[in-house]
């Protein structure tokens, strides 16, 4: 429990926040905590996503299908992060989402119900602005995301997916939040061919890896930033 509640005052709406401030924000975004076994679905495409979710511990996939039916994996958030934004401010009626545990893991639900209203004191408009630059972070993940997607050869994607974890960790090694199913529907490419550009990538001494645990080993070459 008090790793979760050091994950709230980490986040960016809650960050920061005095005395009994945390507690007036939870109340003002309706907060609920909620936890979920490994495959159980948080939220089903076709229904209004009525609140946006901080993930407090494990993993949540969200997905979205194209017009054929293949699954898209739109975003993978762990501890500390979260999704569900736009949706539940726009009030989408009929989700295009839906959204899976992708290992046991806990929630903390918000309602942005109360940010349609005029801001009562000062303190409600700064948490308004604070879902506000939530928003514009998330804005930024869907541009590293288009970043990826962009790229036409397997191994750029995977280069420019890396790029991020690089940018943290340096040459240190790193875990990337999928299996290689996960990764390769992440990517939106064959999973067998990112098995295999793995291998090869790892046999010329770019990077190495057990399982999703990377390294990179010739950065400056192999990174683009």
């Not at 709230?8 to 005095?18: K, Q, S, T, V």
């Not at 009562?120 to 995301?145: G, P, S, T, Y």
């Not at 990112?194 to 070459?221: A, H, P, W």
Request: charged content about 25%; hydrophobic content about 40%; overall charge negative.
């Amino acid at each position: 429990m008090e790793l979760m509640d050091d994950i709230i005052c980490r986040h960016c709406i809650f960050a920061g926040l005095e005395g009994g401030g945390i507690d007036a924000a939870l109340e003002y975004f309706n907060a609920r905590r909620k936890s979920y076994k490994k495959g159980e679905f948080l939220h089903r495409s076709g229904e209004m996503l009525e609140s946006f979710g901080i993930v407090l511990y494990g993993t949540v996939h969200v997905f979205s299908d194209d017009i054929n039916g293949h699954q898209m994996m739109m975003a993978s958030v762990t501890a500390g992060g979260s999704f569900g934004e736009s949706l539940c401010y726009l009030r989408v009626e009929e989700s295009p989402v839906y959204i899976c545990a992708a290992e046991d893991c806990a929630v903390l639900w918000l309602s942005a119900e109360r940010l349609y209203g005029i801001s009562a004191n000062a303190f409600e408009h700064e948490l308004k602005n604070r879902f506000i630059c939530d928003l514009a972070q998330r804005a930024l993940d869907m541009n590293r995301r288009i970043q990826i997607m962009s790229k036409h050869a397997l191994r750029d994607k995977l280069i420019t997916f890396f790029t991020d974890y690089v940018r943290k960790f340096g040459t240190r090694p790193f875990t990337v939040p999928f299996d290689r199913s996960g990764m390769a529907t992440y990517l939106g490419v064959d999973r067998s061919a990112l098995s295999r550009e793995l291998s090869q990538m790892k046999k010329e001494g770019v990077i190495d890896y057990n399982k999703n645990t990377f390294c990179f080993l010739r950065v400056e070459k192999d990174m683009e930033y």
